[in-house]
């Protein structure tokens, strides 16, 4: 028996010896393809091309033409500490507003102090501002309005933080409605403060400075939109539309570039922004 056994294993390491190099060849092979996605069933579903959905406005009308079927995108924009995209004047500053943004957390890692995912500010020199930031280090968003030194001489009011540090892509939204800022995160409103108007001015948009994650399919209404509307948005999923085309300022999907799509001509400029196709890992298509 002992014999057996000796020339069983004296037959196996002969196997490793003659194959082992096969194995490990195989072995970083597939490690190789797991990396670059390819083993990603999300990477088999159907994706958008680069402005393959946009709005036309006419003087008749305005609506969405092209393939505007909540494909998901082949691309999102990936972001850093340096980096920045600015998205010009959409609107004035003080009215009503809803921000859209889909984001993911990576790390706390190069993320400036509360970064701005999705802003809105009163010119250079001014502080005043409404945006969805995230807290220190990027691990929760909220909602929040800043109107000092000028306008009114008071500090801030903010509507939030939910956490965002699980490594998955979710959906958050503020808006203003004359009254109250409202947060939600994935569809659900999680938190709002009282605000008495806003300050006026002109209004550059920021989209993910200082922020340490990925972003995609931001969007930016003149109105404030409710809860149900809000939910429906969530429920169209990372790739989805505009739900109010006749509010839509702004729409920047991020899938490859950063123009808008809202036929507003707001093209953005981005600044140490890369795009990333692999981008599905914590992503889940929101269930009903």
């Not at 079927?69 to 809803?98: A, H, Q």
């Not at 400075?209 to 930016?220: A, K, P």
């Amino acid at each position: 028996m002992a014999i057996l056994k000796k020339t069983r294993l004296q037959s196996a390491m002969e196997y490793l010896m003659t194959y082992g190099w096969a194995i490990l060849a195989i072995a970083i092979v597939m490690v190789s393809l797991y990396s670059l996605g390819i083993f990603n069933t999300g990477n088999l579903q159907p994706t958008a091309t680069t402005g393959s959905c946009q709005v036309v406005r006419t003087a008749a009308q305005t609506s969405l033409a092209g393939q505007c079927n909540n494909l998901i995108p082949k691309y999102v924009g990936r972001v850093g500490y340096s980096s920045l995209i600015t998205v010009g004047t959409p609107m004035p500053f003080g009215g009503n507003f809803t921000y859209v943004i889909w984001i993911k957390y990576l790390s706390n890692k190069t993320v400036s102090q509360w970064p701005t995912i999705l802003g809105a500010s009163a010119g250079q020199g001014s502080h005043e501002w409404s945006a969805l930031r995230t807290s220190n280090w990027g691990a929760s968003v909220f909602l929040e309005y800043g109107k000092y030194p000028t306008c009114d001489g008071t500090s801030y009011t903010n509507a939030g933080g939910v956490s965002i540090s699980d490594g998955k892509w979710h959906q958050a939204v503020g808006t203003y409605n004359g009254s109250a800022l409202v947060l939600y995160v994935d569809g659900i409103k999680q938190n709002s403060a009282s605000q008495s108007g806003l300050c006026p001015g002109s209004t550059p948009y920021y989209v993910g400075y200082g922020y340490n994650g990925s972003i995609s399919n931001v969007q930016v209404y003149n109105t404030s939109l409710d809860s149900a509307a809000v939910k429906a948005l969530y429920q169209e999923g990372i790739g989805g539309v505009p739900i109010d085309v006749k509010h839509l300022v702004g729409w920047w999907p991020l899938n490859g570039n950063v123009n808008d799509y809202s036929g507003n001509n707001n093209q953005g400029t981005p600044t140490n922004v890369n795009w990333n196709a692999n981008w599905q890992s914590g992503y889940a298509a929101p269930s009903s």
